[in-house]
C-alpha cells in the first residue's frame, strides 16, 4: 500500500506541476465561467452566441473559442505561443505588497496589468462599431482576468512572485509551490466539494452579498485574503513580523480551511463576470 501511496503521489507531482502557474488553473477558470453563463441576462447569451462565429479570424486554432467556456481559459492557452503573445503575459496579474499599504495604482506601468486590462477590454467589448474579431478577443481577455484578479496571489506578494517562489508540500504531494497549491488542487477541491454546487442560477440576494464592485476593489480583495489568510496559514505565523522560510507543507486541517475561502473567490469571480457581460452586451449604448 505504501508504494502504492508513492507512485500516485508521484503521478499527481507530475501533473499538477507540468501546469502554467496561472490563476485557478484550467477547471477553476472554467467554472468561473460556467458560473456566468448561469446568471446573465438572456440578450447578452444571444449577443454571445453571435460572437463566437469570429473565433476563426483571432488565428488560433490551437486555442479553441467556441464558448465562454473556452474563453475563460484562451489567455493561458495563448502562453505556448510567446512570440506572439508574450506582450500580454504581464497582464494577469497586479501583486502588491502584503506587508506595504495597499496601492491601487502601483504596479501597473502603461496599463500593463490585470486590473487595467479588465477596464480596457470592457470597453472595447462593448463598443459595437469595432469588429467581430476584437470584441471577441476582448470578451476573452476581460473574462479570464476577471478569473485572475479574483486568486488571493495574483493581488498579494510577499517578494516571492505571488507564491511562486515558496516551495509546498500539499498534503502528501511535494513538489508544489504556494501559487499552484491555490492555483490548482485547492481550487479544484474547493469547487467539487461545494454543496450546492456552483454553478448554478443564484438567487438576487445572493448576487447582491458577492456581486459588485470594481476591479481595483477585487484586487484589494485578493490582496487582503493573501495578507489576512494565505500566508498565514501556510506558515503557521504573521507573515511580516521576520522572513519566512522557503519551504513549507499543508497539512489537511490547512487546506480544509482554505476550502471556503476559494469556494467564495471563485463564485465571486463568476457572478462578477456575468455583471462584466450583461454591461458590456445587454445595457443601452447610452448607459455604457
Known amino acids: 500500500m505504501a508504494a502504492v501511496m508513492r507512485a500516485v503521489a508521484a503521478l499527481l507531482v507530475a501533473v499538477t506541476a507540468a501546469g502554467p502557474a496561472s490563476a485557478w488553473g484550467e477547471f477553476g477558470h472554467r467554472t468561473t465561467a460556467a ?10 447569451r444571444a449577443e454571445l ?3 463566437w462565429r469570429h473565433a476563426p479570424l483571432l488565428g488560433t486554432p490551437e486555442c479553441p473559442l467556441a464558448d465562454l467556456e473556452d474563453a475563460s481559459y484562451w489567455p493561458d492557452c495563448l502562453r505556448g505561443n510567446a512570440p506572439r503573445w508574450a506582450y500580454t503575459f504581464p497582464w494577469h496579474y497586479r501583486t502588491a505588497p502584503i506587508c506595504e499599504p495597499f496601492n491601487p495604482r502601483a504596479n501597473c506601468a502603461s496599463g500593463n496589468c490585470v486590473t487595467a486590462q479588465i477596464e480596457r477590454n470592457f470597453r472595447l467589448l462593448a463598443d459595437r462599431s469595432l469588429p467581430g474579431n476584437i470584441r471577441l478577443e476582448a470578451l476573452a481577455f476581460m473574462v ?8 488571493p496571489l495574483h493581488s ?5 512572485r505571488g507564491g511562486n517562489d515558496r516551495r509546498v508540500t500539499y498534503g502528501i504531494i511535494p513538489g508544489l509551490n504556494l501559487h499552484w497549491a491555490w492555483d490548482g488542487p485547492i481550487a479544484e477541491r474547493a469547487i467539487t466539494s461545494a454543496r450546492p454546487a456552483l454553478t448554478r442560477r443564484f438567487t438576487g440576494e445572493e448576487r447582491r452579498a458577492l456581486g459588485g464592485g470594481r476591479p481595483d ?8 485574503t493573501a495578507r489576512d489568510f494565505v500566508y498565514p496559514e501556510a506558515f503557521g505565523r504573521p507573515p511580516c513580523e521576520d522572513e519566512l522560510p522557503q519551504e513549507t507543507a499543508l497539512s489537511q486541517e ?18 462578477r463576470i456575468a455583471e462584466l457581460l450583461d454591461a ?7 448607459a455604457r
Do not use: C, K
Not at 479570464?144 to 486568486?151: N, P, S, Y
Not at 490547512?254 to 457572478?271: D, F, K, M, N, S
Open 35 to 44: 458560473i456566468a453563463m448561469e446568471n446573465i441576462a438572456p440578450r447578452t
Open 49 to 51: 452566441a453571435a460572437l
Open 144 to 151: 479570464h482576468f476577471a478569473g485572475d484578479v479574483h486568486m
Open 156 to 160: 498579494g506578494d510577499r517578494e516571492d
Open 217 to 224: 476593489d477585487w484586487g484589494r480583495e485578493s490582496w487582503q
Open 254 to 271: 490547512t487546506i480544509e480551511r482554505a476550502l471556503p475561502v476559494a469556494e467564495r473567490r471563485i463564485t465571486q469571480a463568476g457572478l
Open 280 to 286: 458590456a452586451l445587454s445595457a443601452p449604448a447610452a
